[in-house]
């Protein structure tokens, strides 16, 4: 059993010194040493998709609620592009949070003309309406933190964005808001989001911009999110670097050494050769059996 030992150490040794692994052979007895390493990576992975679905991020924009009509004359009339301006706000905050993101998108959509959509959103605005939505978030309690985006509609939000707040319950989250608009700001929408929503936690470092800049924000709405504390990239590159870090469990009799494999090709062709049983010589004077 000890003459084992001191094998195996040798084995480690020859491996992490660039040396090949001298009567070597393949055996069902280590099996569990593959197994091992192969769980440790799920996990790994596990936990990076549970600390993803943490985070919401929530947003209306025209572009993706509109009946997008080839025959509207763009020149005389304006029509709606794509991608919505806080669609891009809101791709941008996914990437740099690892959130999940929600389009909030009504049942009956707008008007690809612009003067058609101000039309009737300033009528639901008028009417008090909450437009039905199409679907609202699965699994909402799952998140601690909502991002939530918006456009300026009438001086406030899109009506859908009060059918959302009320379908969907936000108490107790945290809530960060980011708005795109014209030349009105956020005017009155922080107030009307914060009567729809009266639990929930709304900061007020809020992101917004005017319509025209929505296009090249992506490095200001990146900074906003993660000086707020949510930005993925750097949780992920020491996520990688751990679940990366191959052990290897060696087992001798009944005693088990646990060894981290350093960088290189050596290591590399060991890994890919677990699970091993080898075979005891003694390799040289220090580590020589007693
Ligand atoms: C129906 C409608 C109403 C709007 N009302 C306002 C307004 O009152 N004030 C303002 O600053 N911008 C207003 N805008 C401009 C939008 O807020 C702005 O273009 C925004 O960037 C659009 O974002 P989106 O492309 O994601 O929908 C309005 C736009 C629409 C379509």
């Not at 969907?168 to 956020?186: E, Q, R």
């Amino acid at each position: 059993m000890e003459k084992m030992y001191a094998a195996c150490l040798t084995l480690a040794v020859a491996v992490s010194a660039g040396m090949p692994a001298q009567n070597v052979q393949a055996s069902e007895e280590l099996v569990g040493i593959q197994a091992a390493l192969e769980s440790q990576a799920e996990e790994a992975a596990e936990q990076n998709t549970e600390a993803q679905s943490d985070i919401l991020i929530a947003y209306f924009t025209w572009a993706e609620n509109a009946v997008i009509d080839e025959t509207v004359d763009a020149v005389t009339s304006p029509s709606v592009t794509e991608p919505g301006n806080v669609g891009q706000l809101a791709g941008w905050v996914q990437e740099e949070t690892g959130g999940d993101l929600f389009s909030i998108k009504v049942t009956d959509p707008y008007p690809a003309d612009w003067d058609a959509c101000l039309e009737r959103a300033n009528e639901e605005r008028g009417n008090n309406a909450r437009p039905e939505l199409e679907e609202n978030v699965s699994g909402l309690e799952q998140y601690e933190t909502v991002f939530l985006g918006y456009p300026n509609w009438w001086y406030g939000v899109p009506m859908a964005l009060l059918s959302f707040l009320e379908d969907n319950d936000l108490s107790g989250k945290d809530v960060y808001l980011f708005c795109s608009h014209g030349i009105g700001g956020l005017a009155n929408s922080v107030e009307q989001i914060a009567e729809a929503s009266p639990e929930t936690v709304i900061s007020d470092n809020i992101f917004d911009c005017y319509e025209e800049d929505a296009s090249s924000s992506e490095d200001a709405i990146r900074s906003w999110a993660s000086d707020l504390g949510y930005s993925r990239q750097k949780e992920t590159e020491s996520d990688v670097s751990t679940a990366e870090q191959r052990q290897i469990s060696v087992q001798f009799g009944e005693n088990t050494a646990v060894y981290i494999l350093n960088d290189g090709s050596a290591a590399d062709s060991l890994y890919e050769m677990l699970p091993l049983t080898v075979e005891v010589e003694d390799y040289s004077n220090n580590e020589k059996n007693d």
